[in-house]
């Protein structure tokens, strides 16, 4: 058994129960043994791979969106750019090469990255270091200096710890990890309640059983960036797998070396993620002031970012296997049975002003 199963466990026993949400935070932010801050997740020896992971388009054609975000913006003299969540850097090293065709662009950027893990950290800065920009970290949005912001994120709020609730026949209760007879983490009902209040009218009459999920912290951070959008103007671009309707449903999961796994069975070796909520996220940012863009699907906002034509252009010239290895990469970013359709992305603005490839939308 792992170190940090047995220190859940011991805290669990001291403590009692822990909410999902205090799980999922520790899982994957313990300080020695959590998730994100011991490892490099990405890639094939890794337990997932990522948009810009599997493909330098991916990357361009999210760069070509934050010029044009940028030129909607009238070319301040001086942004920050940021991203949270950079992982190993690839986004940002392919958006820079592309915004690089763009001198003013680069000249204008402070560049700032939000990341709290110190591995990541590193593989980022050597990822970067070839980049026209040195980049600022910081643990968390709100410490980004003042100043108009051109933010991106990618696979970062699925990150973020969520809540769960069930409903009972005493209600809607919070599910939480405790131990079973046998001393084994466990799912089960809380004492904590959700009031009515917070539940959609539409589920109040849910059957027993039903989950329901907020993701406060996610909710919160979606808040600061519409706050620092109405203030100082720029937008931001939000991509995750979700939804974009509020529903009932349990979608925690846990990815072990590429597969699903119990959520409980690997603490800290198991990445743990939440899908979300696109519509309490949006809510949440225009509560902050920022203008909400239409969600447009991961296929939408890359074909529209003009994907067939880059992916045709990189492949001019090349071999018949690179150029296959070209064609299965739009598969796999646009195609609807794979992260075309399950992924969306959210727009954010200062002003209701739109900018490519979100403008076709209104
Ligand atoms: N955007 C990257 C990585 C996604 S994985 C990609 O597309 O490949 C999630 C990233 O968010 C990792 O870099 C992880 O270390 C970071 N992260 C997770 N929780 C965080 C938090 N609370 N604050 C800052 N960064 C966090």
Redesign the pocket.
Known sequence: MSDLTERIKARIANEGPLSVAQYMAIC??DPEAGY?TTRD??GRDGDFT????ISQMFGELVGAACVSAYEALGAPEQFNLV??????G??MADLLRVARLRPEFIKATRLNL????PH?RSLQLEKLAAAPLEPAFH??FREVPDGPVILI????FD??PIHQFVRTADGWCERVVGLDQDDNLALGAGAAKLSDRDIPAAFKDSPEGTIFETQPAANAVAEEIGERLAKSGGAAIVIDYGYRKTAPGDTLQALFRHTHDDVLAHPGDADLTAHVNFEALAIAAAKGGAGVLPVLTQGEFLLRSGLLERAGSLGAGKSHAEQESIRDAVERLAGPDQMGSLFKVLALTGTKRSFHPFDSAV
Do not use: I, K, Q
């Open positions: 994957l932010g994100y997740p990405f990522t948009a810009p992971e991203e949270l969540g950079p992982g190993r690839t986004l939000v990341e709290t893990s990541l643990n968390a994120a990618n696979e970062f990150a973020l």
